[in-house]
Structure formats: C-alpha cells, structure tokens
T-cell receptor, first 115, second 114 residues
Framework: ETGVTQTPRHLVMGMTNKKSLKCEQH?????MYWYKQSAKKPLELMFV???????ENNSVPSRFSPECPNSSHLFLHLHTLQPEDSALYLC??????????????FGPGTRLTVL | QKEVEQDPGPLSVPEGAIVSLNCTYS??????FMWYRQYSRKGPELLMY????GNKEDGRFTAQVDKSSKYISLFIRDSQPSDSATYLC??????????????FGQGTILTVHP
C-alpha cells in the first residue's frame, strides 16, 4: 500500500447507527486531517492532528468524533448523524512543521450517505 | 465575502483548446498557492505549487500568481480529454502554526470533449 488509504469507500447508514471511517497514511507524515466535501461547496476542514495531538476542531458537531492512535492512523467515529451530513469525507496527511513546500496528500475519500 | 472565490463552471472545451482557470482571494496574508486536480471518485492530487508572483510552468500546465491583484490562474495548453476533472485552488499563510492550514476554492468542473 502506498499514499493515503481510506476505508470504507462507500457507506450508507441510518440516523441511529454508529460507524467509523478509517484512514491510514504510508508516507511517514506526522500530521493528519479530516475534510468534508459537499456538492458546490469548498472543502471544509474538520479536524487536524499534528504529532498525534488534536490542534484543530473546526466547530464540528459532537456527533463526529475523531481518534488518532498514532501518526499513521486516523479514525472518524460517527453517531446519530443527520441527512445533511451526507458528503465525501477526505483524509489527508502532511509533514509538519509547515515549511514552504509542505504538501497535503489526500486519500480517495469515503462517500457517506445518511438515510 | 468568501476568502477564496472560484467559478464552479462547468467549463466545456474542445480537445486542443487552451483552458484558463482562475481564483481570486481577499486575504493578503496568503503567500503559498496550489492547484489540485480531482478526478471523479478520487481524492484531490497536487498539480502545481507556487509561492511567488509570476509564472511557473510544468509541461502543459502554467500557474500564474498576481499578488497585487489577489488573483491566481492555471492555464492548460493543448487540453486533452484526460484533463477532464474538477480543479481546486488552495492557498495558505506562511509559518506561524504547527500545520499548513489550507483555504480552498469551490472547484471548477472542466470537461474536455474529443
């Protein structure tokens, strides 16, 4: 495996379900990110973990709960979601501190549908 | 006002055309500018990265930055059907934080038809 991988690629869940999204990076980076991508909207940064510490929580509702057990793995735990949470959830990683040429590498995303 | 404005399109051009994609921004602190390409059902991939005003060329792609006008462009020469994708501009301020926080445009959907 290379780059950034995400599982599952597609997820359909009811509003009362609990599920988790998984991200793994194979690039040796020390920062990981969760983004939400909705139709006709810019990418929205949700959470950032830098050196395994959460450094950004961008006013995300508590029904989204991130977990970063180590610098290679990132999870997004989901519970009691709403239909408007349906979107593409992207994971990214980068090397910090952020220098002039740091780059975020994205995974393929998880397409989430909330019924 | 959004920090980064990008026309969502869609933009449809014939194969071989020159494509111009643009973003404007309001935050003069932005110093690093990126273009990402996102194919359908894939994550964004970095296409171009620049941190100074002027032009940067990479094959058929040219990134242009005009900081005085707060305007960036991506030009694609001799466009191919394989260039059909969504193009996202992104930018950030230098240093100061423990990670490189990016601000994205909405993305422009481009279709190049044979």
């Amino acid at each position: 495996e290379t780059g950034v991988t995400q599982t599952p690629r597609h997820l359909v869940m009811g509003m009362t379900n609990k599920k988790s999204l998984k991200c793994e990076q194979h690039l040796g980076h020390n920062a990981m990110y969760w983004y939400k991508q909705s139709a006709k909207k810019p990418l929205e940064l949700m959470f950032v973990y830098s050196l395994e510490e959460r450094v950004e929580n961008n006013s995300v509702p508590s029904r989204f709960s991130p977990e970063c057990p180590n610098s290679s793995h990132l999870f997004l735990h989901l519970h009691t979601l709403q239909p408007e949470d349906s979107a593409l959830y992207l994971c990214a990683s980068s090397q910090v501190p952020a220098g002039g040429t740091d780059t975020q590498y994205f995974g393929p995303g998880t397409r989430l549908t909330v019924l | 006002q959004k920090e980064v404005e990008q026309d969502p399109g869609p933009l449809s051009v014939p194969e071989g055309a020159i494509v111009s994609l643009n973003c404007t921004y309001s935050n003069s602190a932005f110093q690093y500018f990126m273009w990402y390409r996102q194919y359908s059902r894939k994550g964004p991939e970095l296409l171009m990265y620049t941190y100074s005003s002027g032009n940067k060329e990479d094959g058929r792609f040219t990134a242009q930055v005009d900081k005085s006008s707060k305007y960036i462009s991506l030009f694609i020469r001799d466009s191919q059907p394989s260039d059909s994708a969504t193009y996202l501009c992104a930018m950030r301020v230098p240093g100061g934080t423990s990670y490189g926080k990016l601000t994205f445009g909405q993305g422009t959907i481009l279709t190049v038809h044979p």
